[in-house]
């Protein structure tokens, strides 16, 4: 026994290091053991289940235009001779702002007018049997003819009745006869050129050339007219391109002006967004250059088709925005927000909070130190919040994410940390 004893005792002498070092290693495994059942303790953030206001939009890029605008183009190749505004100026009804070199144009416009009064005189002339001359030698021929024919039938009435008394020969009546004939001929022949001297032909080539002589002076006066470009309405001139002296080609562009007060918004919304508009939808216009200042407006026309623009597949939108004080300048690039919904009182959680599993939406509900899967309905989203309609109620605690980047999960011990 005493051998046996002391051969135990020899036996845990020469391995107690390693003894030691098995029941170290016993005890981390049973450690880790236990940690494992009983979970890790987790950093987690967390916010609280608020109420508040929410609002869904879509946000896109729009483009300022004028709804009552006004180009003036050059109406022919010609210098410019006077620039009377600037950008910026606000204008009145009326009022001169351009004038063109129209030396060219008044000379057309004279050469026009000659040729209308020669082509009115020309249809005056067809409509009334000729020129006032060739009317009244027609007329004094008329008359002269009819004295002859009336002369010739009283000679040969005449004649007639002395051929019954013998006191007549009858070559005497026949050649009274053929006066009388080429006396009625020539007044018929002269009665019919006063009634139809021109054939249908021929009138209708003079009221060609009247129409043409017509039309050339409207456009001579058209362009005399445009080489003084004056403003049709009270407003604002944002575009001059040209300046005194400068050589411009028909159709140039030489002033834009319009009325500020009212401006269009013109928008393109992705497709996917395209079915969450609706006409009046609140609007809300933005512009770098004016930082703080929002203009309000509201839907007035939605997509009625989807387009290609660039690589997007797009609905156009336009609003309608008041501009009292001019600020919104044409072909300005803004930023457009259009209201989908908006609930004044509803339970929101932040975007990152929501999960979805199998089209379920759900969140992880911190309750003590563990968490706990919570379902939940929803309503309306944007970009950072999600309005939620059931399975959550005011001030209760979700979590958003891991510290450490692990997965949250069901039970899961956590740590609340800022």
Do not use: C
């Not at 070559?171 to 022949?189: C, H, M, P």
């Not at 959550?392 to 956590?414: F, G, H, T």
């Amino acid at each position: 026994m005493a051998n046996g004893r002391n051969g135990a005792s020899s036996f845990f002498a020469r391995h107690r290091f390693w003894l030691i070092a098995a029941a170290i290693l016993a005890a981390v495994i049973l450690l880790a053991a236990f940690n494992s059942m009983k979970g890790d303790v987790l950093p987690v953030r967390a916010a609280h289940v608020m109420r508040g206001s929410i609002r869904s939009v879509i946000s896109t890029n729009g483009k300022v235009e004028p709804i009552n605008n006004f180009e003036a183009h050059s109406p022919a190749p010609t210098t410019v001779k006077k620039v009377l505004v600037k950008e910026g100026d606000h204008v009145k009804r009326g009022q001169l702002l351009l004038q063109l070199d129209d030396a060219d144009a008044r000379t057309s416009a004279a050469r026009a007018l000659a040729q209308l009064r020669s082509a009115q005189a020309d249809i005056h002339a067809v409509e009334h049997g000729g020129t006032q001359e060739e009317v009244l030698t027609t007329d004094a021929q008329l008359v002269k003819a009819r004295a002859e024919r009336d002369n010739a039938r009283r000679n040969f009435d005449a004649l007639q009745q002395l051929q019954k008394s013998n006191a007549a020969s009858i070559g005497e009546v026949r050649e009274a006869e053929a006066q009388y004939q080429a006396a009625e001929a020539n007044l018929g022949l002269l009665e019919q050129k006063k009634k139809a001297r021109f054939s249908k032909p021929d009138i209708e080539k003079v009221r060609s050339q009247q129409s043409e002589a017509q039309a050339a002076y409207a456009a001579a006066q058209d362009i005399l007219s445009k080489s003084n470009v004056r403003a049709p309405f009270e407003g604002v001139v944002y575009s001059v391109p040209v300046r005194a002296g400068n050589f411009v080609n028909a159709g140039d562009l030489l002033l834009q002006m319009a009325d500020l007060s009212k401006v269009r918004v013109r928008a393109y919304v992705d497709e996917p967004d395209v079915g969450r508009l609706a006409s009046n939808q609140a609007v809300e216009v933005t512009w770098d250059a004016m930082p703080g200042r929002k203009w309000k407006g509201a839907l007035n026309s939605i997509p009625a088709s989807v387009k290609l623009y660039g690589t997007r597949n797009v609905g156009e939108i336009t609003t309608l925005l008041d501009n009292l004080d001019y600020k919104l300048l044409p072909n300005t690039n803004v930023t457009v927000q259009v209201v989908t919904a908006e609930h004044p009182n509803a339970l929101i959680v932040p975007r990152e909070a929501v999960r979805v599993d199998d089209s379920q939406s759900y969140v992880y509900r911190v309750a003590g130190d563990e968490l706990h899967r919570q379902p939940i309905q929803t309503s309306i989203f944007n970009l950072t919040q999600v309005e939620v309609t059931k399975g959550l109620s005011d001030k209760e605690n979700v979590a958003l994410n891991a510290i450490n980047n692990k997965p949250l999960r069901d039970r899961q011990p956590v740590k609340v940390v800022q």
